[in-house]
């Protein structure tokens, strides 16, 4: 469910428009013919690791079905704290490819955008308000 959501027209256009450029950053950059990708550059894609934390919290921390309905604030916590952690480390990998940012930028920002996907289904996991 946390990747389903690209399949749905608004989001299919924002994916592509993200893919177009990434396309056109690699293209006009070309990171790996100009030697430019140094070996720490790889430590970008680190950043894949925060999906499967979210939905591990998500399942770890989901609404119990008891009558109260409470939605679990400690994961809610966590969530919150991951959803940061990944925006604060994705600017942090922008920031550090000197030379490649439009590369970097295109990079973290499909990955973020896949992230929501991950931080939507863990909202709804964690609150029990689904659609």
């Known amino acids: 469910m946390a990747a389903e959501f690209v399949v749905y027209p608004p ?3 924002v994916f592509g428009l993200l893919i177009v450029n990434l396309i056109c950053a690699y293209m006009t950059q070309r990171p790996f013919q100009k030697g430019r990708w140094s070996s720490s550059y790889w430590l970008v894609f680190t950043q894949i ?3 499967p934390a979210v939905i591990g ?7 119990s079905f008891q009558p109260t309905h409470e939605p679990n604030k ?10 940061w952690a990944s ?8 920031w550090r490819m000197k ?12 990955q973020e955008f896949l992230f929501l996907g991950a931080f ?12």
């Open 11 to 13: 989001f299919l256009v």
């Open 49 to 51: 690791l925060f999906y």
């Open 57 to 63: 919290v998500a399942v770890l921390g989901g609404v």
């Open 74 to 83: 400690v994961a809610s916590l966590w969530v919150s704290v991951l959803w």
């Open 87 to 94: 925006l604060v480390l994705g600017v942090l990998w922008t």
């Open 99 to 110: 030379g490649i940012r439009w590369t970097a930028f295109s990079l973290v920002a499909l």
């Open 120 to 131: 939507f289904t863990a909202d709804m996991a964690i609150s029990g308000r689904w659609l």
